[in-house]
């Protein structure tokens, strides 16, 4: 039996698909994590020094943004996303969730994350048409 003949764009539409769902896949997995951290109802990090906190929460803001900002393809859309729950998760954890304290230096943390994530973004976008 014989093949049909293949168009040689066909392997790179699917490897792009194949890389899209790979993406969308990761900035899922990024956005539950993040959630899970946020919301979780008794969160105790110690770690080797005072600021660890500090550090998880820059970290579950930039790379978020990072991966939805690549899944989406559009930097824009994530760091408004990213930007306005930043103040709300602190909100949420201080008014609902028992337990759980709101910290405005954590949502400037949060912020911060968001812009490392959005200059990621740019910064590999730049590199790539380069």
């Keep these: 039996m014989t093949r049909p003949a293949r168009d040689p764009g066909d392997l790179v539409v699917r490897g792009q698909a194949h890389r899209s769902r790979k993406l969308v896949a990761l900035a899922a997995t990024a956005v539950v994590v ?3 951290v946020l919301y979780w109802p008794v969160v105790t990090i110690e770690g080797p ?3 660890t906190d500090k550090v998880v929460h820059l970290l579950v803001f930039a790379v ?4 939805v900002g690549r899944a989406l393809g559009s930097v824009r859309a994530a760091v408004l996303a990213f930007a306005l729950h930043a103040p709300v998760s602190e909100l949420v954890q201080h008014f609902l969730l028992p337990g759980r ?9 949060d912020l ?9 973004l740019v910064v590999r976008t730049r590199l790539r048409r380069w």
């Design 49 to 51: 020094v005072s600021w």
């Design 112 to 120: 911060v994350g968001v812009g490392l994530g959005a200059a990621a």
């Design 64 to 67: 978020p943004t990072y991966a």
């Design 34 to 36: 993040q959630l899970a």
């Design 101 to 109: 304290s709101g910290d405005v230096w954590d949502a400037v943390v």
